[in-house]
């Protein structure tokens, strides 16, 4: 699988129903080199506006606040959206990628794209299941009322 841009491809297939091309950006050579060591570049068009996924290379690593510098500097040569690809996150570091308002797909986990308004988290908190008891003090104010009921008092 070529540098995870397959995933990311089937993940908004599965998830958002979009079959998106994408194809290798041609003017990477505007980048710095190492930008281009740490990355590789792919044009997208999703929801009708021009997207540059920037794919971390396999065995790279870098910290949201590079990640930041990075995406900053790839979108000033890029007049649509730059997004952030990666195949697997910490959760704090996909927190601090939100906290810097970094568009990130992090394919079978989350999408963070709000200029496109789409935010999707695939782990969601269990909902808990309703109680099937009664807590001791209703347990009394039934038995009381049921006792004044047949009673007549």
């Known amino acids: 699988m070529k540098d995870g841009i397959e995933r990311f491809e089937n993940y908004l297939l599965e998830v958002l129903g979009l079959k998106v091309k994408t194809r290798p950006w ?6 710095p080199f190492f930008l281009i060591d740490s990355y590789n570049f792919y044009e997208i068009i999703l929801l009708k506006k021009s997207c540059l996924l920037m794919v971390v290379k396999e065995g790279v690593d870098v910290t ?12 000033r040569k890029w007049d649509g959206l730059c997004v952030y690809v990666q195949n697997t996150i910490s959760p704090y570091n996909r927190k601090r990628l939100i906290e810097h308002r970094i568009p990130f797909v992090i394919p079978e986990t989350q999408i963070f794209l709000p200029d496109l308004g789409i935010e999707l988290r695939e782990h969601f908190r269990a909902l808990r299941a309703p109680k099937k008891h009664f807590r001791p003090a209703t347990q009394a104010l039934v038995i009381f009322k049921t006792y004044i009921a047949r009673n007549g008092i």
């Not at 041609?26 to 980048?31: A, I, P, T, V």
């Not at 949201?64 to 979108?75: N, S």
């Open 64 to 75: 949201p606040a590079q990640v930041r510098l990075h995406w900053e500097q790839a979108q």
């Open 26 to 31: 041609k003017g990477q050579s505007k980048l």
